[in-house]
C-alpha cells in the first residue's frame, strides 16, 4: 500500500521539542521534496517546512525558522522535523506532504508555505500540543 505515515506528536511544555517523522510506504522518497504543513482548529492549513528529493535543500516558513529543522534520511525512507523552542501557537495538526515538484520553489525560485495543491501524496498527520 502507497502511503505516508507521520508519527511523533505529542504534548510538551513551551520551549520543549519534539522530532516529528514522516516514512514513506510503497514508494520512495527519492523523487520527491517533502513538505510539512499544521493545522489549528478554525485556521487554514499552512506549509512549515520543505526539503527537496535529494536533502541538500531546506526551506522554512517566517515563523518556524530558527526553530525547526528538516532533514532527510533516504535509507530510511524518512524525512523528519526537529522542533525546538515550541510555543503555544505551534499547537496543530501536523501533516507530511510528498510533492513531485522535487525542489520545493516555484517560478521565482521561492519557497510558499501557501501552496498546498499538487501533492502526490499526503499522510494522515500527528497531533502536537505545546502547552503548561
Known amino acids: 500500500e502507497v502511503q505516508l505515515q507521520a508519527s511523533g506528536g505529542g504534548t510538551v511544555q513551551p520551549g520543549g521539542s519534539l522530532r516529528l517523522s514522516c516514512t514513506a510506504h510503497g514508494f520512495t522518497l527519492d523523487y520527491y521534496a517533502i513538505k510539512w504543513f499544521r493545522q489549528a482548529p478554525g485556521k487554514e492549513r499552512e506549509g512549515v517546512s520543505c526539503?527537496?528529493?535529494?536533502?541538500?535543500?531546506?526551506y522554512y516558513a517566517d515563523s518556524t525558522k530558527d526553530r525547526f529543522s528538516i532533514s532527510k534520511n533516504n535509507a530510511d525512507n524518512t524525512v523528519y522535523l526537529q522542533m525546538n523552542r515550541l510555543k503555544p501557537e505551534d499547537t496543530a495538526y501536523y501533516y507530511c506532504a510528498a510533492d513531485p515538484n522535487i525542489s520545493c520553489v516555484g517560478s521565482d525560485n521561492k519557497y510558499d508555505p501557501r501552496e498546498l495543491h499538487g501533492m502526490d501524496y499526503w499522510g494522515k498527520g500527528t497531533q502536537v500540543t505545546v502547552s503548561s
Open positions: 526539503i527537496n528529493y535529494s536533502g541538500s535543500k531546506t
